[in-house]
């Protein structure tokens, strides 16, 4: 594909971005095709091809391997015995970027160590002083643009800036052809990664690794320079016995006084081990910040055997970064410590305020946990520092833990025997009291029975009395007044020239209304007391005795006995009567007319006489 010479400088500089794409792609153990990378761009999927398979040449030409860990490949770490051709002189197999390993002065060139996103580095020996050294050198020779040029220039400004026993150390810096390259010292123990792809670390031995790159972090910090790449991977060990760690790789550092490097539309480091606002790709916020946050990434996976977040697809791992909180440690590997924890999950914090405010904090909340002392991660609870310090002083503890668990047990048998005491009395009392209770209640309720039980009685034999008494004397006067009316005979067949006759029957007749008088008393009280014959039972009668009477006096009327002492009488019964229907609603309406009708003629009849 033939190129416009006013678009060759962009066209360029965009295939160099692509590249380094591909390469970190690769690195993380992913397969991508030119096609994926150039979605936005497919006028330059030949020439990312074409780069792709120079790549592959060089690889073959070098002999260089991949290793494999779980059936994925990793080809972040290089075969470091791999040898140049047979036959062939290193320092002359090929020239300078696509033709082989390039020849530097003063430097032997043995094997290639690694490669990393933009660069290759050799393992030489440095001819004049004799000593293995580590040789950096731009990965795309002569083809690198300026903003490549400029990145590398910066890692090797970085790294010289720092002077520190866990950062890899510069040695010369020089250019070959017009392309830099610079020396470091070697460090023959392999990478952090490769020990975790064996075996997870134990919590202790992983707090006091990280301990220590936290303290170099904070001198570059200090230094002004932001790694923005720390993981696994950039974690160098020395290979003695306590396995130092030797923090690498500042190619995509940022120096904070300078405006870094940066790739157009894509965040700069590891998807697994960025910050959110590293993944973002928000320039302003990439302070320290993001490499506690790579810190706490590094802790978690020494901790876990796995980053804290990682997905199918990059996209995907960086959503996970923005979006989601990690698996707590402990959820992965049950035997974590809380503490250690605590300070890997600070340094996960979303917001970067949140996070521990420098990498030297965190290294003095490892050192705290190293030392059994309370963390600052968290407020810790006062029960949690009386643990720690029993840890710290445990022959001091024991003795105070002794002495105050028989404190604790004699008062614990006290107040269980005096509460034991208290709660049988209180149970005896209150069984006592529910006792006497019951009793009285028995006792109320057997007088009540028995009381109800004799005024039911009497009440029974009151009312059969006097239903037998009132019975007896309708009875008594229903016979008198047969007798009576057949003295009489029929008004109609004789003269009444006999006085006694008519005086009877007023005599019953009388006696009849006071009857019915005292059965209507008797139907007040019943209704208003409920003993005896019922009110209505006794309505009954006195309507009997009524219209008895009111039967005798029509009869002593026909006969024509009329006597002036009793015109009041018959007056009064009428109006009696008259009284009962309406203040009663009962139906009295014969009797009541009977009476009128009887004064009436009294009346009539006393007129006459007089």
Known sequence: MALDQ????????????????????????????????????????????????????????LGIQTQEADGVKDESVINRTTLPPEGADATQVTGVSFHGMPSVPGYEIISVLGRGGMGVVYQARQVALNRMVALKMILSGGHASQQRLQRFRTEATAVARLQHPSVVQIHDIGELDGQPYYSMEFVAGGSLDQQLAKALMPPRQAAQLLMQIAQAMHHAHQNGIVHRDLKPANILLTGSKDSAPKIADFGVAKLLDEDGPSLSGEPMGTP???????????????????????????????????????????????????????????????????????????????????????????????????????????????????????????????????????????????IVFTAQLSRERDLARAAQ????????????????????????????????????????????????????VRQIGDSKSRTFDDPVPGAILYHLAGQFVRSAEDEYAKAKRANSSGSGLSAADQLRLAEQYALQAVELLKRAQTAGYFRPVNNRRLVDTANEFAFLRIAHGEDFADARSAFEELATQVRKGSASSQ
């Open 6 to 61: 006013s678009e060759a400088p962009a066209v360029r500089e965009r295939l160099d971005e692509l590249l380094l794409r591909w390469q970190e792609l690769r690195q993380e153990g992913r397969s991508v095709a030119a096609a994926d990378l150039c979605t936005d761009c497919p006028e330059l999927e030949t020439l990312l091809e074409e780069q792709i398979k120079a790549f592959a040449e060089v690889e073959s030409i």
């Open 272 to 414: 697994s081990y960025m910050a959110p606002e590293q993944a973002l790709g928000r320039k302003q916020d990439q302070g320290p910040a993001i490499d506690v946050y790579a810190l706490g990434a590094i802790l978690y996976e020494m901790l876990t055997g796995r980053p804290p977040f990682r997905g199918e697809s990059t996209l995907d791992t960086l959503e996970q970064v923005c979006s989601r909180e990690p698996v707590a440690p402990s959820q992965l590997q049950p035997g974590c410590p809380r503490d250690l924890e605590t300070i890997c999950l600070k340094c996960l914090r979303k917001e970067p305020g949140r996070r521990y405010p420098s990498a030297q904090e965190l290294a003095f909340d490892l050192q705290r946990f190293l030392q059994d002392q309370p963390i600052e991660a968290r407020p810790t609870p006062p029960w949690e520092r009386v643990l720690k310090w029993m840890k710290r002083k445990p022959a001091v503890a024991v003795s105070l833990l002794l002495s105050a668990a028989a404190i604790i047990a004699l008062l614990v048998v006290w």
């Open 433 to 484: 009291g529910r006792a006497e209770s019951k009793e009285l209640e028995a006792d109320s309720a057997r007088k009540d029975a028995e009381a109800e039980k004799s005024t039911a009685e009497h009440e029974r034999d009151l009312a059969r009395k006097e239903r037998e008494r009132a019975e007896a004397m309708l009875e008594r006067s229903l016979q008198l007044v047969e007798v009576v």
